[in-house]
Structure formats: structure tokens, C-alpha cells
Antibody, heavy 119, light 107 residues
Framework: QVQMQESGPGLVKPSETLSLTCTVS????????WSWIRQPPGRGLEYIGF???????TYNPSLRSRITISLDTSKNQFSLDLSSVTAADTAVYYC?????????????WGQGTLVTVSS | EIVLTQSPATLSLSPGERATLSCRPS??????LTWYQQKPGQAPRLLIY???KRATGIPARFSGSGSGTDFALTISSLEPEDFAVYYC?????????FGQGSKVEIK
């Protein structure tokens, strides 16, 4: 059973960089794609982007200039960096696996971590 | 980007009743339409993918239908654990987008 857990600061100051890590257990990060999705409080879901097990990244054009997703196969982790944050970036951030077994859909998710952007 | 419009925003039903939720993409997504269920304080859960295929472990009371620009999620007989928010998502065109959600609440 794959398990995923987000970690990182819960509070980030405006204009700084939000950095989150997702640790994957019960499965290898050396296959499938690894995604970040966010959900502002009380609102819907937004697909931030994903990284393949080969390291190829795909970013949402609305965020492309500010995001970096990277992979650390030695630790079975992947990470999200979002620069120049504003209050609009306040959200619950989820990591998820995009699985070939589920035809490219998100079949395992972390529990989510709330990141608040505030001074 | 493709906009997904879900309706109704809220559906008030009793356990045992049938629920039908709609998702209409702003342009054709073929069959690349996915449904997720989200309960308060939890991550979304994959229910249906490729419009009509149930994900592993999903009960048969959940079914999906449609193609192109008109999709539906049907719950044949609501169980207490089915009261939640349901999101559709398209993966036909990047960026993949989600609908705004439909809440199924207890009447």
C-alpha cells in the first residue's frame, strides 16, 4: 500500500519561497509520475504540475514561471518550490501519484498540508 | 484551458435515494474524464476514470457515463458514507482542470 506524506513550513512570508517535500513509502518513486495539487480554503482543486520518474517536468502555465518540482530517488521523495508567494498561494497542498495502473489518474494522495502566506 | 461546469452545486437527498451529478466541459475531452470524492478534512479519492471505469475498490453503486462535453456520475442508492463533495477532472488537454465541485448533502 503506497503512502504519501507532505512536509514543510505551514507559514511562509509574502515574496518568499514555499518549499514542500512529499515522502513516498510502500512503493518506489522510480516509476509513475508524481504530482502536486492545491486547494485554497473552501475552494476547488488546482493541478500545479508533475514530474515523471525520469525527471521530466510538466507545469501549469499559470504558475510555470514560479515553480520547480524535483525528484530525489535516493530518499524516495519529490519536492515543490513555489517562489514569490502571495496571499493567493494560501492553500492546502497535496502530493499525489499519477499512476499508469489507473490510466494516468491520481490514485494515491497525501493527507495534505495547509500553507498560509502571511507576514 | 478547459473549464468544467458541475451541476448542481448542492444536492440534498436521503440515504437510499439515487444521485446524479453532471459535468460539462467547455470543449470536448473525449473520454478523459475522472471523478473524485472528497470528504471534509480528507484528500480526494479516485472513483471513476476514463468516464466510466471504476477505480480499484470502488463499490458498484458508483457509475460514470458520457463522452465529449456531457458527463454524469450516478450513485444508485446513497449510503451514509457517500455524503461528500464530488469533483470532475479532465486530462484531455494540459493544464488538466477540475470542476468547482458538487456537494451531496443529507436531506
Amino acid at each position: 500500500q503506497v503512502q504519501m506524506q507532505e512536509s514543510g513550513p505551514g507559514l511562509v512570508k509574502p515574496s518568499e519561497t514555499l518549499s514542500l517535500t512529499c515522502t513516498v513509502s510502500g512503493g518506489s518513486i522510480r516509476s509513475d509520475d508524481w504530482s502536486w495539487i492545491r486547494q485554497p480554503p473552501g475552494r476547488g482543486l488546482e493541478y500545479i504540475g508533475f514530474i515523471s520518474y525520469t525527471g521530466t517536468t510538466t507545469y501549469n502555465p499559470s504558475l510555470r514561471s514560479r515553480i520547480t518540482i524535483s525528484l530525489d530517488t535516493s530518499k524516495n521523495q519529490f519536492s515543490l518550490d513555489l517562489s514569490s508567494v502571495t496571499a493567493a498561494d494560501t492553500a492546502v497542498y497535496y502530493c499525489a501519484r499519477r499512476s499508469g495502473a489507473a490510466a494516468g489518474n491520481l490514485d494515491y494522495w497525501g493527507q495534505g498540508t495547509l500553507v498560509t502566506v502571511s507576514s | 484551458e478547459i473549464v468544467l461546469t458541475q451541476s448542481p452545486a448542492t444536492l440534498s437527498l436521503s440515504p437510499g435515494e439515487r444521485a446524479t451529478l453532471s459535468c460539462r466541459p467547455s470543449q470536448s475531452v473525449g473520454s478523459y474524464l475522472t471523478w473524485y470524492q472528497q470528504k471534509p478534512g480528507q484528500a480526494p479519492r479516485l472513483l471513476i476514470y476514463d468516464a466510466s471505469k471504476r477505480a480499484t475498490g470502488i463499490p458498484a453503486r458508483f457509475s460514470g457515463s458520457g463522452s465529449g462535453t456531457d458527463f454524469a456520475l450516478t450513485i444508485s442508492s446513497l449510503e451514509p458514507e457517500d455524503f461528500a463533495v464530488y469533483y470532475c477532472q479532465q486530462r484531455s488537454s494540459w493544464p488538466w482542470t477540475f470542476g468547482q465541485g458538487s456537494k451531496v448533502e443529507i436531506k
